[in-house]
């Protein structure tokens, strides 16, 4: 028995929670993306609180001729009309931040414009992914690796 607890505390020591945990991040990135789109659609900037800006009135009239669906809503700003943006969206990670950018290069000025405004994933996206994915993933891999 004393051997078993001996080797459990041994590959507790050698468990390196950091980097679990952003392999976990990694490799769940598109769930983030797809929290920021959701974001992006209710017009919720990364405080969870409504974005303070509002679409210029000649977009607004762009919007009400030729958009669809959330490309044309125009009572919060969505960043949405075609939906390019959105499907261009892809989550980068740097050492222990990520970010989110365009595979576009044409949508550099829209993703420069929704940072500037606080752009990322507000304390309720962060909580859900938390809950929902990081979590559970990392008591399989606590479990698979220590226990």
Known sequence: MLDNLLKISERFNSFDTKAELQN????NGDILVKLQRVQLSKGIDNTGKPRSDNYRPQTKIKKHLFGKGLGAVVDR???YMTGKLYSSLFYSAKADKYTFKSEEKSFEPM???IEEDKFGLSPESRLEFATFVTIPEFKKVFKSKVI
């Open 24 to 27: 976990i991040v990694d490799e």
């Open 77 to 79: 700003v969505t960043f």
């Open 111 to 113: 993703i420069t414009r």
